[in-house]
């Protein structure tokens, strides 16, 4: 390995720098992401010089074909037999709810504000599944007037309300319980969310699971349908998954056994990883689809159960990797003995999960080809913190300079929308690219819009 060239003062990193800086790992990028012969990149066919001009930095890049694809990719892989469930919270407008709806999948859900857009964007209500952990009652009422195919409860005070909701509505409400199967996944803590000691769900262990079930079955305005497990989310191994599997199929025996019905439906929620850096390596949804299929069949086989209807949720593993976030470089600041920090014209307030979560990113020089020494960066936001970190440590040219265009890959998943307006930021716009033109799908804030809540 060549050890990388150090810009004046920096420190080799124990990472070593890739061989070759201009080059762009598709397990990283978007599909339609290339560098011309000019050694400018482009998105679907369109120069990022030219996306900059026209809309500004930073923006978020969307590959639309890309996003279908992978809509399709886990609708074909999990068949006729299941449904798939974008999980709307990784990222929501009303164009992609469009697509997904033309796609033929299914949308979870949760929040009122999820709940419109949806709406808004045209999919059908009883193809949405309404998540939460704390759904107001008006959230609840809302849901259950739209139509939605079915709410996930989370707790008894819900069960109340929304059987109340469906009763004053003169409906009958499909629902699911929201279980906690005990499961350690092998991720960041704050997303990790089928061990015991958290707040979503209701404890297998602890027999709460069993007494959900016992109160929907006594209720007429209710029809449980089936349990739900999310284990948690940027998940590589598959192994918590099938230990999920297992113990919803117990529990679905357990229900059998004790009240003589057999619940149609299981939902193994989302969690699969993505590659952020071309170190991970993300599970295909062939892979996923077979996994699931098998354990299930086996363990109802096993309990005497006729299979039920299998759904997932992924939001990160269809979204994620088909948007980059393009930046302006703003300063190169070489820190003696240290390394050099390269400042962009956003930061934590358009994404947020280097400094909430640790989360790895890449990043490549897009707006040209340099054929410099590379030199060990970390990519900073313009924010008044010193946690405002886009990417911890990462190689660029070492003739980066102010002016030149640096994009992050992999940020179309809890990007936008965990996007804040810290030191009065203005949110980035969502850019479609498709067939080589682009389009905006969510505009850029304002300022206007900013004192459009300030009522002072
Ligand atoms: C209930 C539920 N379903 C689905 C998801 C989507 O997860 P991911 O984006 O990791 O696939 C989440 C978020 O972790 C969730 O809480
Ligand atoms: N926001 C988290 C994922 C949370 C998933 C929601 N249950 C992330 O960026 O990784």
């Not at 009958?172 to 958290?198: L, N, P, S, Y």
């Not at 349908?225 to 191994?237: A, E, L, P, R």
Request: proline share 5%; hydrophobic share 40%.
């Amino acid at each position: 390995m060549t050890p990388p060239a150090q810009h004046p003062g920096t420190q080799p990193s124990e990472a070593a720098a890739p061989a070759d800086l201009n080059a762009l790992d598709d397990k990283v990028w978007s599909r339609g992401v290339r560098r011309g012969d000019d050694g400018v990149v482009s998105a679907d066919g369109i120069p990022v010089t030219r996306i900059a001009e026209e809309y500004g930095t930073p923006a978020y890049v969307m590959d639309e074909a890309d996003f279908r694809a992978r809509c399709r990719a886990w609708k074909d892989a999990f068949g006729p037999g299941a449904d798939v469930y974008y999980a709307g919270k990784a990222f929501l407008s009303r164009a992609l709810v469009r697509w997904l709806t033309e796609e033929g999948l299914h949308l979870d859900v949760c929040s009122a504000g999820e709940l419109a857009t949806a709406l808004s964007g045209g999919m059908p209500p009883e193809r949405i599944g309404y998540h939460g952990n704390n759904k107001t009652s008006d959230e609840i009422d809302r849901a259950v007037h739209a139509g939605v195919g079915r709410i996930v409860v989370d707790s008894f005070q819900e069960i109340a309300r929304v059987a109340h909701a469906a009763h004053r509505r003169g409906v009958r409400q499909k629902v699911q319980i929201r279980v906690t199967v005990g499961v350690e996944a092998h991720t960041h803590e704050f997303i990790a969310t089928a061990h015991e000691d958290q707040k979503f769900g209701f404890s297998l262990a602890g027999g709460q699971a069993a007494e959900a079930a016992r109160r929907i079955l006594g209720l007429d305005s209710l029809e449980l349908t089936g349990v739900h497990s999310h284990i948690g989310s940027q998940i590589f191994d598959m192994a918590g998954f099938e230990v999920s599997a297992r113990r919803v199929v117990e529990l679905l025996a357990g229900i059998r056994d004790e009240h003589g019905v057999e619940l149609p439906e299981i939902d193994l929620g989302g969690g699969l990883g993505i590659a952020y850096t071309p170190a991970d390596d993300p599970r295909e949804p062939q892979e996923v689809a077979k996994r699931l299929a098998e354990i299930v069949t086996h363990e109802c086989e096993n309990a005497a159960l006729a299979t039920p209807r299998i759904s997932v949720e992924p939001g990160r593993a269809i979204v994620g990797p088909t948007t980059f976030t393009l930046y302006e470089v703003g300063t190169v600041k070489p820190l003696e003995g240290l390394r050099t920090y390269v400042s962009v014209d956003g930061g934590m307030s358009d994404n947020i999960r280097t400094a909430l979560y640790d989360a790895e990113y890449s990043v490549s020089l897009v707006s040209r080809r340099s054929d410099a020494e590379p030199m060990l960066v970390r990519v900073v936001g313009k924010h008044c913190e010193s946690g405002d970190i886009v990417v911890r440590d990462a190689y660029l040219p070492g003739d980066l300079a102010a002016g030149d265009l640096i994009a992050v890959p992999a940020t179309g998943a809890y990007c936008r929308s965990l996007a804040s307006n810290y030191n009065h930021a203005l949110k980035p716009p969502v850019l479609a690219v498709r067939d080589g033109e682009a389009r905006v799908i969510v505009r850029r804030e304002t300022e206007e819009d900013l004192f459009r809540l300030d009522v002072g």
